[in-house]
T-cell receptor, first 113, second 113 residues
Framework: ETAVFQTPNYHVTQVGNEVSFNCKQT?????MYWYKQDSKKLLKIMFS???????VNETVPRRFSPQSSDKAHLNLRIKSVEPEDSAVYLC????????????FGSGTRLLVI | GDSVTQTEGQVTVSESKSLIINCTYS????????LFWYVRYPGEGLQLLLK?????QKGSSRGFEATYNKEATSFHLQKASVQESDSAVYYC??????????FGAGTRLAVCP
């Protein structure tokens, strides 16, 4: 099956802990993204990687760090989570060319208590 | 920066009735971005519903249509007769070339039998 796979689906943690989310795509794409969907359901891009190189880094707190081992994987680590980090994190992939479609994963829901 | 504004909150429509979800955009670049409608069905990931990459054209899929009105900078989503299976969250989005997708806040569609 070719798709974008995210783990875990759901994670509950306490303020100050470190969390890590995994994303893998089997579509042969060369570009991957992390989006955050907040409590108001707004979807905003956080990071984008092309062939393991960071190409988009929106204004996000320094406690967020993406990690890419190869073009099929893009993980997201959050050091010392805060309550406002509670959200759904969506991973996506595409080819780095004009009009290439995105494919999204099913998301990781993070709850910080 | 760019922004996308769409019908807020939830829209409730009776089965077999018509639907319109409004979407307008504001862009800082000169020219015409690509426009998209994404849909998230309950329990599933975000998926592309339709797209239009040429201003003035119409896109269609699964009975849904959207026309790219470059003068009004709008891309309203319409369907003549909705079904219960259309119940989902719909997102309007824009993209310049191979840059990031910018999303609206999403509109939840509830179709009543």
């Amino acid at each position: 099956e070719t798709a974008v796979f995210q783990t875990p689906n759901y994670h509950v943690t306490q303020v100050g802990n470190e969390v890590s989310f995994n994303c893998k795509q089997t579509l042969g794409h060369d570009t991957m993204y992390w989006y955050k969907q907040d409590s108001k359901k707004l979807l905003k891009i956080m990071f984008s990687y092309n062939n393991k190189q960071l190409i988009v880094n929106e204004t996000v707190p320094r406690r967020f760090s993406p990690q890419s081992s190869d073009k099929a994987h893009l993980n997201l680590r959050i050091k010392s989570v805060e309550p406002e980090d509670s959200a759904v994190y969506l991973c996506a992939s595409s080819q780095f060319r004009v009009n290439s479609d995105y494919t999204f994963g099913s998301g990781t829901r993070l709850l910080v208590i | 920066g760019d922004s996308v504004t769409q019908t807020e909150g939830q829209v409730t429509v009776s089965e077999s009735k018509s639907l319109i979800i409004n979407c307008t955009y504001s862009a800082t670049s000169i020219g015409y971005p690509n426009l998209f409608w994404y849909v998230r069905y309950p329990g599933e990931g975000l998926q592309l519903l339709l797209k239009v990459i040429t201003a003035g054209q119409k896109g269609s899929s699964r009975g849904f249509e959207a026309t790219y009105n470059k003068e009004a900078t709008s891309f309203h989503l319409q369907k003549a007769s909705v079904q219960e299976s259309d119940s989902a969250v719909y997102y309007c989005a824009l993209r310049w070339g191979f840059n990031k997708l910018t999303f609206g806040a999403g509109t939840r569609l509830a179709v009543c039998p």
